[in-house]
């Protein structure tokens, strides 16, 4: 069983910085793409960026240069560092990955999310 757990969310001031995790866990043989996501209320879930396992990095226009994305393959952790943060970017993070299990291909997985709150 493969699982992915996010952590490091909460409630943090305007301009303040915060760095989310994401552990992969479980059987896993193979992590390929991993991405980022966030849903505020009201909203439809958003791309924030992704990254390849070899540590190419692509992001949304709109989050380019607050946000930066990286993983530790070894630890089979992505990270999203995320400063100056805004009140609109209050919204629970998701990660998202494409992980082979040792009993199955490749399968997209998503954590149960983290809450971000940025106050004002």
């Known amino acids: 069983q493969v699982q992915l757990v996010e952590s490091g969310g909460g409630l943090v001031q305007a301009g303040g910085s915060l760095r989310l995790s994401c552990a992969a866990s479980g059987s896993i043989a193979n992590i390929n793409s991993m991405r980022w996501y966030r849903q505020a209320p009201g909203q439809q879930r958003e791309l924030i960026a992704a990254i390849t396992r070899g540590g190419s990095t692509n992001y949304a226009d709109t989050m380019k240069g607050r946000f930066t994305i990286s993983r530790d393959n070894a630890k089979n952790t992505m990270y999203l560092q995320m400063n100056s943060l805004k009140p609109e970017d209050t919204a629970v993070y998701y990660c998202?990955?494409?992980?082979?299990?040792?009993?199955?291909?490749?399968?997209?997985?998503w954590g149960q999310g983290t809450q971000v709150t940025v106050s004002s």
């Open positions: 998202n990955a494409d992980i082979r299990s040792e009993l199955r291909w490749y399968s997209s997985y």
